[in-house]
């Protein structure tokens, strides 16, 4: 992995890390409301501005708009889980979760992309699964005893996730890689467009309280560029380093910025999780 690769990826992995933190100020809205619906809309409309400048001046092939219409529904589907799960879920919970759809496309790259599999790297990608697991254990065990209902969206949310992924490498690896900023462009504006419909169908709700608009425009600009940044690094590492990498990255810089932000303490669980962590990564990139 080379160092514009790494810098790309550390970027990606604050970017996601602050789409976790500030969708958690938007869960209480619930999930059918014409307000959930708004949000979701400025969200991905806010994610299409600010991808407009990548797209200037490059072609768009039939290809490219079917894949970003599969995209499109596969981001709605992430999103609107993530945000329905976040609203009776704990935040660690949720994000360790949706995490674990990382194995979806890490396992994909091996089967149908021959990328190379070795011991070592399988190991990394096993000794993730304890580090995501552990890193909401305990968030887990208090929070079944009150509120199961968010597990289905956050398992439909993660299963998204992991299918993200998988047409990120669909597309690094068409004839038409160098359109990428339009393929999550025109995702973005079709999930964007499917939320606003469904928001002008539904009656007046709850007013949104300027703090939720703030979020959702932050959410927006971190969901896009990531996913540019995902979709660019899906096509150059491989599946079995990118993903976990990625995700694990996400999982920590999310537990870091918890510990000033919400008072939390530095405990050995979250030990455990950074020795499990660093330990996979380096596995994954032997």
């Not at 797209?55 to 219409?69: D, E, Q």
């Not at 590492?237 to 996400?250: E, H, R």
Request: overall charge positive; proline content about 3%.
């Amino acid at each position: 992995m080379n160092a514009v690769s790494i810098a790309l990826l550390l970027l990606s992995v604050v970017l996601g890390s602050a789409r976790n933190v500030l969708s958690k100020s938007i869960s209480h809205v619930k999930f059918g409301k014409r307000s959930f619906f708004t949000l979701q809309s400025i969200i991905f409309f806010m994610g299409a501005l600010v991808l407009i400048p990548g797209t200037i001046g490059t072609l768009c092939s039939p290809l490219t708009v079917l894949l970003a219409i599969i995209y499109g529904m596969l981001l709605l589907l992430a999103q609107w889980c993530y945000t329905a799960a976040m609203a009776n879920g704990n935040t660690a919970v949720c994000s360790t979760v949706y995490s674990l759809g990382f194995i979806l496309p890490a396992l994909s790259g091996m089967i149908f992309w021959n990328e190379e599999v070795t011991a070592l790297k399988i190991a990394g990608v096993i000794l993730v699964i304890p580090a995501i697991v552990l890193s909401g254990k305990n968030d887990v065990a208090r929070q079944s005893a009150k509120r199961t209902g968010y597990m289905l969206p956050l398992m439909l949310a993660m299963l998204a996730s992991g299918g993200l992924g998988i047409m990120q490498k669909i597309q690094g690896s068409s004839p038409f890689p160098e359109q990428r900023s339009v393929f999550v462009f025109l995702s973005f504006v079709l999930a964007g467009a499917v939320s606003l419909v469904l928001a002008l169908c539904k009656k007046n709700g709850e007013i949104i309280r300027p703090v939720s608009k703030i979020s959702a425009v932050g959410i927006g600009i971190c969901f896009a560029l990531c996913n540019l940044l995902n979709t660019l690094l899906a096509a150059r590492l491989d599946s079995a380093v990118f993903f976990p990498s990625l995700n694990i990255g996400v999982i920590l810089c999310s537990m870091l910025f918890s510990i000033p932000l919400f008072k939390e303490k530095f405990t050995k669980r979250l030990a455990l999780v950074l020795l499990f962590a660093f330990s996979a990564i380096i596995l994954v990139n032997l």
